[in-house]
């Protein structure tokens, strides 16, 4: 397998470091507990992991407020720790992605704190500041994009909480500070970057408001509430992420953008792609369909249709935002495995979100456990995004921490853990079989697809080709058996039910690979 498309074969699992493993007894994960946890990743089959944020941090959006591009926040170690965390996955054939937050930065970053200070300081124009509101720009997390600054009376942008000002990506001097991170973190040996809603970093030179848009939330929540042609997909991004690129290139490291869109569509992400831009960017249509064949179909069809000649596809089922897939999606164990069937058998590559692998569920919290502004902000009605990041589940007691976790752990912990793990037909086994499987098998690889493969309502098929082998997916959607018309094929090579003849009916949410 060539070194450098390592990410078009490969896997990639993001891990939440505060929910990893914590060493310290503080509650809270860091890296040398990570560090202690490789086996873990490296056994699964994987060949990537990115860390979402561990940069010195206020934690105002936990992590996603950077103060310091250049070092490690002390809650999850010291730069040593990160060089020994590279260190190690390199020895172990791990490559490691960062999490690049570029839109915004902390309002305690140095850069934010000089801006701030007075209206003729070199860094002024490092951030969107007006004297007076200039439009209808809605925050992300809820009420106005605009606070106004008491040093001076002018007011400043900030696509997210107040404390994450965004960066002013039309002056220059702002493009070359990141492209300088890129190359500090690319020089200590890391392989890559996903950014951090990239389709934000350019604005509207002349930050005109946007037009208004029906919706139905918009009284509660303005965002919802607006067509977002000026605050992000700007038509010369393109030309920044080409230098992001370049930088890249020279390392050969990879970029992968995560889109910011609240239409659930993600079409936009295809634009951002290719060649001279991004390597890949998330398309999370999948991750918001409903667990219907029809629709899961056109989830992934909407992606596969966007992309140009020069892009590759994203999989992604749950990520550390949005509810986790088997309360998304209902139908247990089961129905997690054919999930993961979908995700690791199409072309692209998959993203694989700590904990899926054993079937973790949204941690069902109380409100006085939430600590995500949004859910903060607008709970009940959204219950924010901490459910998505409760602890590791290592054994029946955790094992997460000695001390008090900083979210409380799931209460199936006791029987769903990373130690329950000898039963054939556990998730983590279909996991590690598909993604070994990925690894031998060529066609899964980097076969054409052939797609779909029936037109059978309740069952998603495709096939993935190349001159050699053909190898047929199946994938049941509902919650009895099935007996799909067309080739049985010749040998079953993963079957999530333990099927092993292929002339069987696929099982109540059976995800079946076979030869044919
Ligand atoms: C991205 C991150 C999210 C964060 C936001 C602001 O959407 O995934 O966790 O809150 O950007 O940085």
């Not at 020994?84 to 570029?102: N, S």
Request: a negative charge; hydrophobic letters at 40%.
């Amino acid at each position: 397998m060539s070194d450098a498309a390592w990410w078009r074969t490969g896997a990639v699992y993001q891990i939440y470091p505060r929910s990893f493993q914590d060493s310290t007894g503080n509650g809270i994960g860091d890296l040398p507990g990570l560090r202690s946890r490789l086996d873990w990743v490296e056994q699964l089959g994987v060949s990537a992991v990115w860390l979402s944020p561990v940069h010195p941090s206020p934690q105002a959006d936990f992590g996603y407020d950077v103060a310091d591009y250049c070092d490690v926040d002390p809650i999850f170690g010291s730069l040593a720790d990160m060089d020994q965390l590279i260190h190690d996955c390199h020895a172990r054939g791990l490559k490691v992605v960062l999490d690049g937050v570029f839109n915004h930065t902390s309002d305690q970053h140095a850069w934010f704190t000089a801006s701030r200070a007075d209206k003729t300081n070199a860094k002024r124009d490092w951030y969107i500041w007006r004297d007076t509101v200039p439009n209808n720009w809605k925050s992300t997390f809820g009420g106005t994009a605009w606070t106004q600054d008491p040093a001076t009376g002018s007011y400043y942008l900030h696509s997210f909480l107040p404390a994450q000002p965004d960066l002013n990506w039309r002056n220059p001097d702002v493009v070359d500070a990141v492209l300088d991170v890129l190359r500090f973190w690319f020089e200590r040996g890391v392989d890559g970057f996903r950014l951090d809603v990239f389709n934000s970093y350019l604005k509207h030179p002349d930050l005109p408001s946007n037009p208004r848009r029906w919706h139905p939330g918009a009284l509660a929540y303005g965002y919802v509430g607006q067509h977002h042609i000026h605050d992000r997909d700007q038509s010369d991004l393109p030309e920044v992420l080409g230098r992001m690129r370049a930088v890249a290139d020279e390392f050969g490291a990879v970029l992968i953008g995560e889109t910011l869109d609240e239409k659930f569509r993600y079409d936009r992400a295809a634009d951002f792609v290719g060649d001279d831009q991004l390597h890949m960017a998330f398309h999370f249509a999948l991750l918001h369909s409903r667990w219907t064949a029809k629709k899961l179909a056109t989830a992934i069809r909407s992606q596969l249709n966007a992309l140009p000649k020069d892009g590759w596809p994203t999989w992604v089922l749950s990520n550390h935002d949005f509810q986790r897939h088997p309360t998304r999606w209902g139908g247990g164990d089961e129905r997690a495995k054919a999930a993961a069937v979908i995700a690791l058998t199409l072309p692209g590559t998959p993203f694989l979100y700590y904990g899926e692998e054993l079937g973790m569920a949204e941690g069902r919290l109380k409100r006085a456990d939430i600590v995500d502004p949004p859910g903060i902000r607008f709970w009940p009605v959204f219950k924010g995004r901490d459910g998505a990041r409760t602890p590791m589940q290592w054994t029946s007691e955790g094992a997460f921490t000695t001390g008090i976790p900083w979210l409380p752990l799931n209460p199936d912990t006791p029987w769903r853990h990373a130690e329950a793990t000898a039963n054939p037909l556990s998730i983590v086994h279909t996991y590690r079989a598909l993604l070994a499987l990925r690894r031998n098998n060529e066609a899964l690889r980097s076969g054409a697809t052939i797609w779909p493969d029936t037109d059978h309502a309740d069952v998603l098929s495709w096939q993935r080709v190349v001159a050699s082998e053909r190898v047929r997916v199946l994938v049941n959607t509902v919650d009895r058996s099935v007996l799909v018309p067309g080739e049985a094929g010749t040998q079953v090579l993963w079957s999530t039910a333990a099927v092993t003849d292929v002339r069987e009916p696929l099982a109540p949410n059976e995800g079946r690979v076979v030869r044919v």
